[in-house]
């Protein structure tokens, strides 16, 4: 009975039982990738979509099920899905970035991604893994609790999905094509939706407006997901207060606030009470932008409308008083504010003993045009990022994990520094016109004995301009020890690390200008992107991946990839 197992984790060893109560399900979904024609800000645009919707299907399971879903490409573009914040463990081959885990899916085939939810449970989400097709091509991965477990908070009367998004007026893939073939940052989005919808106070989107209506007294779990490109979102509802229960399907302790900020991956469990006045009441969500140097952005705001049952339906929402976008203080105080629930189903300690130790750099910079190109980037150059110097190239004739399973040479070096190759002031703004801002391109990874014990200190570099990136790890979450700004100080930094009740993520926004330590046990065998979640910065090689073996004493082996595994 496929899915009916029950799997363990002792040590190294995995222990496969048969679940008596078969408690385990099986959830088989088919995924159709193709193009779309939606009105969105009074113009039709043929978008890549799955299954006819913005956001596309909702997929909800309980901890323990197996996923099966067919992914069927028919649109005109390669594709990967990923599946957001979910371990894999011993799965690898299902996790979805493109060149890492596996070759895309060529227009007109298909693949199917099957993997099993142990260890974890809340909001996580889907989304295409190939340039910028997430764009349009994303939707919710609900994790119930099993059968018979409970929240540990207050049984909710309703819950809510609420997916964050950006939208363009253009094809997503053109702005991206346009971008790196001049080596300048992309066009500027022009909206941002709630569920696929911009809201009232962009033209033509009356009716293209997120309702949902409360009934007074009522409790609901509110499901927010970052699933925008290129921007953190300050959130907020007019005359409500959130209560966070979860971030990225981790529960926390409940934190109370008005304002929650979302980097894009990150997601946040929230409860709120309708226990207002009856009326209409406007949530909006606008950027939080905070990156210094840089040019315009899009400072627009989506709004959704929370209607109270029964109240009159020609009222004016009241609107709530929004940060302003630069608000860094508002920010660092939501991100830096939040514990992890203690003891709470799926929590694990800090591991104590640290086994590699890595300070890593990370930041933009700048590098050659390339070949016969013109680029129109400062100075004739292109954008580019890095990580401890090293800017991530993709492999393009075979995947990462292919080439560390069949130990296929000259895809990828092992040499991806634990230290940055020089020392400097990273945070000095007098750096942003430094030529130390050019990058050293290659596929550098970092390999892992199976169950080390990894710390990471990320510290943002000045080069071009200081900017908060939100670092995404596959495969794993991590914990958030501490995080500040300007340089990270190895003395006194490290006394105010929290070893008793970090909060628990798999997408960190490290403070602009800052720094921010995290850790991890490297004990689910594969190849693990760790990347900036802008879309922007992940081309210009803001990534680098983490390569954990397996374990050598006992079964926790990667068994081979699937037999319809795409191919490059
Ligand atoms: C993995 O590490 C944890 C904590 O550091 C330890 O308790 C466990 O025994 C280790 N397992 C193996 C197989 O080394
Ligand atoms: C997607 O559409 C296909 C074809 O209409 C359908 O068979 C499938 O059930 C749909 N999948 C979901 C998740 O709705
Ligand atoms: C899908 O849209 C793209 C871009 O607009 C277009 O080039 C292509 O012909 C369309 N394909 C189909 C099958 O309609
Ligand atoms: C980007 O913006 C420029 C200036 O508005 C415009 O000319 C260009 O067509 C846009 N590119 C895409 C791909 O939409
Ligand atoms: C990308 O842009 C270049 C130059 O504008 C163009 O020649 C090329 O066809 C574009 N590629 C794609 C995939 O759209
Ligand atoms: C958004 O930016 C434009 C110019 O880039 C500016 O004119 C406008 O006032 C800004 N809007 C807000 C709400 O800040
Ligand atoms: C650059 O142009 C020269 C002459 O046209 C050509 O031989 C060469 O292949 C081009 N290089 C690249 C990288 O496109
Ligand atoms: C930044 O670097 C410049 C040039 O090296 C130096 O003069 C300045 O004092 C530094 N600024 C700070 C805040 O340390
Ligand atoms: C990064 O590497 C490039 C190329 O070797 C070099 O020019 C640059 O100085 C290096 N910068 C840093 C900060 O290490
Ligand atoms: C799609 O993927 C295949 C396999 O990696 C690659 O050869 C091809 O160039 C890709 N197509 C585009 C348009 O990038
Ligand atoms: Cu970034």
């Known amino acids: 009975m496929a899915g009916a197992h029950l799997v363990l984790f002792i040590g190294c060893a995995i222990v496969l039982l048969a679940t008596s109560t078969a408690s385990a399900a099986t959830v088989e979904r088919s995924f159709h990738v193709q193009n779309l024609t939606v009105w969105r800000l009074c113009r039709p645009q043929v978008i890549t979509a799955v299954n006819g919707s913005l956001p596309g299907p909702t997929i909800y399971a309980r901890e323990g099920d197996t996923l099966i879903i067919h992914v069927f490409n028919k649109s005109p573009y390669n594709l990967t899905i990923h599946w957001h914040g979910i371990f894999q463990r011993l799965t690898a081959w299902a996790d979805g970035p493109s060149y890492i885990t596996q070759c895309p899916i060529l227009p007109g085939n298909s693949y199917t991604y099957r993997f099993t939810i142990t260890g974890q449970e809340g909001t996580l989400w889907w989304h295409a893994h190939l340039l910028w097709l997430r764009a349009t091509v994303y939707g919710a991965l609900i994790i119930r609790p099993k059968w018979g477990h409970t929240y540990p908070f207050p049984k909710p009367y309703k819950e809510v999905l609420l997916l964050l998004g950006e939208w363009w007026n253009s094809n997503v893939m053109d702005v991206e094509n346009e971008s790196l073939q001049l080596g300048i940052t992309p066009n500027n989005s022009d909206a941002y939706t709630i569920n696929g919808k911009p809201g009232e106070l962009y033209p033509c989107s009356k009716k293209q407006t997120y309702k949902l209506k409360v009934a007074p007294g009522k409790i609901y779990l509110l499901r927010l997901i970052n699933a925008a490109l290129n921007n953190q979102l300050f959130f907020e509802i007019a005359g409500h207060v959130l209560k966070v229960v979860a971030v990225d399907a981790a529960y926390t302790d409940p934190y109370v606030t008005d304002i929650i ?308």
């Open 261 to 568: 900020v979302l980097a894009p991956g990150q997601t946040a469990d929230v409860l709120l009470t309708a226990e207002q006045w009856p009326g209409a009441y406007y949530m909006a969500g606008r950027p939080y932008f905070n990156a210094e140097n840089a040019g315009p952005f899009d400072n627009t705001t989506t709004t959704g409308i929370l209607v109270y049952e029964g109240s009159a339906s020609a009222l004016i929402p009241k609107m709530p008083l929004l940060p302003a976008f630069n608000d860094t203080p508002t920010a660092h105080k939501f991100s830096s504010g939040l514990t992890s629930l203690v003891g709470a189903r799926h929590w694990v300690p800090v591991p104590c003993k640290v086994d590699e130790q890595m300070f890593i750099t990370i930041g933009l910079g700048l590098s050659p045009c390339g070949g016969n190109a013109t680029c129109q980037g400062p100075n004739g150059l292109r954008f580019s990022a890095s990580m401890n110097n090293a800017s991530f190239q993709l492999p393009t004739s075979l995947s990462l994990l292919e080439a560390f399973f069949y130990d296929v040479k000259g895809i990828y070096t092992a040499d991806f520094p634990d230290v940055p190759p020089l020392v400097f002031d990273y945070t000095n703004r007098s750096l942003s016109q430094s030529p130390l801002g050019f990058t050293l391109k290659g596929t550098r990874v970092k390999k892992f004995k199976y169950n080390a014990t990894v710390e990471i200190v990320l510290q943002n570099t000045a080069f071009v301009g200081v900017e908060n990136h939100p670092m995404h790890l596959h495969g794993n979450n991590f914990h958030v020890l501490a995080q500040g700004f300007g340089n990270f100080d190895a003395i006194n930094d490290r006394k105010k690390f929290n070893l008793i009740n970090p909060v628990i993520r798999n997408t960190i926004g490290v403070p602009v200008g800052g720094w921010a330590v995290i850790r991890f046990q490297a004990n689910n065998p594969g190849a693990w992107l760790f990347h900036c979640h802008f879309d922007v910065h992940l081309p210009w090689g803001l990534a680098t991946v983490f390569l954990v073996e397996n374990c050598p004493i006992l079964s926790s082996t990667l068994p081979p990839p699937p037999a319809d595994f795409p191919k490059c």
